[in-house]
């Protein structure tokens, strides 16, 4: 059985997301972003940091995928759709939401066929991370769940 989620819930899966996006892009950062200074506002500092308009473009990103995980996630809006179906949706619409602000806040040159591959690449490898994660801490959690049965069934 679930547990009644709060705001403090959602705030604390806003923040964990974005810490999450914010370390992916402090990694780039150091490896690529004297490269990339001048060719992209997201590395417009190159090693020497983030900037402040794109920390907030982040922090946007991480509530929205928030909202998108809990319209797409829940049973609360989506009845009828098997999780599979509702996690390709929620990877489809971040994908969709990624590319609205690539081209809004600039984040790259868009007539660059070479940085939508690599766009493309680093969703696609993040995404496979987040399922192998969220995999892993299913198999986590049922087996406490088994265990659990297993203690009671044992008594």
Do not use: C, H
């Not at 590395?43 to 982040?58: C, P, R, V, W």
């Not at 070479?114 to 696609?124: D, P």
Request: aromatic share 16%; proline share 1%.
């Amino acid at each position: 059985m679930e547990e009644k989620k709060t705001i403090f819930n959602y705030i604390s899966q806003v923040f964990a997301t974005y810490g999450i996006i914010v370390l992916i892009f402090v990694i780039f950062s150091y490896f690529i972003g004297e490269n990339a200074q001048g060719y992209s506002s997201l590395f417009a500092l190159g090693k020497d940091g983030i900037s402040l308009a794109i920390l907030g473009e982040l922090l946007l990103l991480a509530l929205i995928i928030t909202i998108m995980q809990v319209v797409f996630t829940t049973d609360v809006f989506i009845t009828n759709l098997s999780i599979v179906l509702r996690y390709v949706f929620l990877f489809m619409a971040v994908f969709v939401v990624m590319i609205i602000m690539i081209i809004v806040f600039n984040w790259f040159p868009t007539d660059d066929i070479t940085a939508w591959i690599g766009f493309i690449v680093s969703y696609a490898v993040s995404m496979l991370f987040s399922v192998i994660i969220t995999k892993i801490r299913e198999r986590t959690e049922n087996a406490k769940m088994q265990e659990a049965l297993d203690k009671y069934n044992s008594k």
